[in-house]
């Protein structure tokens, strides 16, 4: 009978149950333990030279076994720490500073009993200060760095003082010295590879993330100062307009007219073909009415069915020409197939009248417009008759 191959599954739920249970269900801390296990790497790497070194004797058997013993309490300690979830009572979960601390202690250890090899013990440095820019702040580098040639001081002192403890007696070939430089490096480029990529990512991710940013900002803005529906200035950017406008015209620079649009019958629209059908007739409307504008000329949504039309440099003659030549296209054209018209209030700014009092001068000009039989223009404060389109 052949074999059944259901213990491939049950062997692969094993497999992750023991994966869980050393490593651990929460994200956070897998990610905590990966660091740790780069640190492991380059802490059992280091111990396989040394035992390499105590072979080849040129390193004394109890100084590994002393470094050794120190080391294995320190892996074991943050094993322990952030995998039963310990270490999360501190603001620093990964234990950051202590870990690396225990690293520079273990590194200028090394460096005391290594003797001929003590440079090449250095070389976990590196690894050890692209952690910390993982989770140490700037004063905590400045003290760790402190704190590294304090040790590293101390390891010159010990080896001076007490060179018969340390010191074997059958130093090194050239060639042993060379070949644990590079095995050295060769333990230490990975993890320090390894490290670097993960910051790499992290700023990656940090620029992904302050693009995404700038561009919800930026639609936050448009959203600030656009119409949603028909994509033109709203009444809070129309007010921005018309007031810098209104502030040159005071000045003299420039004159400004302005012109209330209102769709005629628009509720009409609305309730006898739905408010998607009007929606659809006030974005043609505007689209149509932007194309027909001089350049410099601002219209923008006032609210409901209502546009506002700054005209800079214009008089209100010439925005009444401007406004038949509308008119005259919006009414030749069907916007979501209905015919529409719109009247118009012109006025044009005077003296040292506000933007307020311009507003409203155009809004009495607006009621004129719908009482004299809408589709037509007329101009404020008696500056003229109400005007029909003559086209």
């Known amino acids: ?38 640190a492991c790497v380059v802490y059992v790497g280091t111990a396989v030279l040394l035992v390499a070194g105590v072979d080849q004797g040129w390193m004394r058997f109890g100084a590994l076994l002393g470094w050794s013993s120190f080391v294995t309490v320190v892996l074991l300690s943050g094993y322990g720490a952030i995998r039963s979830g310990w270490s999360e009572r501190f603001a620093d979960p990964a234990l950051t500073q202590w870990q690396l601390s225990m690293g520079v202690i273990a590194v200028n250890w090394g460096y005391v009993i290594c003797g001929p090899m003590r440079t090449a013990a250095l070389f976990p440095l590196m690894v050890v200060f692209v952690f910390a820019a993982y989770g140490l702040r700037f004063r905590q580098i400045g003290w760790l760095t402190l704190f590294t040639v304090l040790c590293l001081a101390s390891a010159v002192a010990i080896r001076q003082w007490l060179p ?27 993890a320090f590879a390894l490290v670097t990529a993960r910051l790499s990512a992290l700023r990656k991710k940090l620029r992904d993330q302050r693009a995404q940013l700038a561009d919800a900002l930026a ?30 015209a005071r000045r003299g620079l420039l004159p400004v007219t302005i012109a209330m649009l209102d769709l005629d019958h628009f509720k009409r629209i609305n309730d006898t073909l739905g408010h998607a059908a009007g929606d659809a007739v006030l974005v043609g409307f505007a689209e149509l009415v932007r194309q027909l504008l001089r350049e410099g000329d601002v ?43 719109f009247s ?30 809408r589709d037509c223009v007329a101009i404020a404060s008696g500056e003229s008759q109400v005007a029909a389109d003559p086209i």
């Open 1 to 38: 009978m052949a074999p059944t191959p259901l213990a491939q599954p049950s062997q692969a739920v094993s497999r992750r149950r023991w994966l869980g249970l050393l490593a651990s269900p929460y994200p956070r801390r897998r990610l905590l333990l990966l660091h740790w296990l780069i």
């Open 164 to 190: 018969a403890w340390i010191d074997s007696a059958q130093p090194p070939s050239p060639l042993q010295v060379d070949l644990y430089n590079l095995s050295m490096i060769a333990v230490v480029l990975p």
């Open 219 to 248: 639609a936050v803005e448009r959203l600030a100062v656009s119409d949603e529906l028909t994509g033109l200035p709203n009444r809070r950017a129309m007010l921005e307009t018309l007031a810098t406008n209104t502030r040159h």
């Open 299 to 341: 219209l923008g949504r006032w609210g409901g069915e209502e546009f506002l039309l700054v005209l800079p440099g214009a008089t209100a003659a010439q925005a009444q020409q401007v406004l038949w030549r509308v008119q005259a296209a919006v009414r030749d054209q069907l916007l979501a197939g209905q015919p529409v018209t």
């Open 344 to 373: 118009v209030g012109v006025a044009a700014h005077r003296g040292s009248e506000s933007a307020e009092t311009l507003l409203s001068r155009a809004d009495a000009a607006l009621y004129e417009a719908k009482h004299a039989g």
